[in-house]
């Protein structure tokens, strides 16, 4: 009997664990995962563990990134800035040069396990948090829509259209 209850109390609680990571908490929005990729490099080199949340209006969404490797600051500004530029051009880099500025300054060094996650909320800016903590935020609308393209191009049925490469899917 004993043995069945420290079995039932550990599969519970490791159902928890699976609930608690099907969402996201922003401010004091609970708001549920509604996709996940893997993204990659030339098809092999693993980046990060991308989740998309949103609540189900669509007006609060957030991207959360969990690293899979390690990236040093100006590596991230970089690729960010690159990314920013191939999807809205270098007059939009110009335009909204002092929120961006803000949001790459934020940026720290990150390795395995480390995480940040953006989010929009419509009408109300944006921000960016690292390990759950609030690093920068903007209150520019159109910036931060801008900004979140950088992971999701846009959202067909409350989906994630992934704005980067992901990992080829296999099945053995």
């Known amino acids: 009997m004993m043995k069945i209850s420290i079995s039932l109390i550990l599969l519970l609680s490791g159902l928890w664990a699976v609930a608690e990571a099907q969402t996201l908490r ?22 990060y563990d991308a989740a998309y949340f949103a609540d189900d209006t669509g007006e609060t969404r957030c991207v959360k990134l969990d690293y899979l490797r390690e990236f040093d600051s100006d590596e991230l500004r970089e690729a960010t800035e690159q990314v920013f530029v191939d999807r809205h051009g270098k007059q939009a880099r110009t335009q909204f040069a002092e929120a961006f500025v803000q949001m790459v300054d934020a940026y720290q060094a990150v390795g395995p396990g480390d995480s940040y996650q953006y989010c929009t909320q419509r009408g109300n800016g944006g921000a ?45």
């Open 26 to 47: 922003y401010q004091g929005n609970e708001l549920p995962m509604r996709d996940q990729a893997r993204a990659c490099y030339l098809s092999f080199i693993k980046l």
């Open 128 to 172: 960016m948090l690292r390990d759950g903590q609030v690093v920068a935020s903007v209150d520019d609308s159109d910036f931060s829509e801008r900004f979140m393209r950088i992971w999701v191009k846009g959202e067909q049925a409350g989906k994630p259209d992934w704005a980067f490469s992901r990992c080829p899917v296999r099945t053995f």
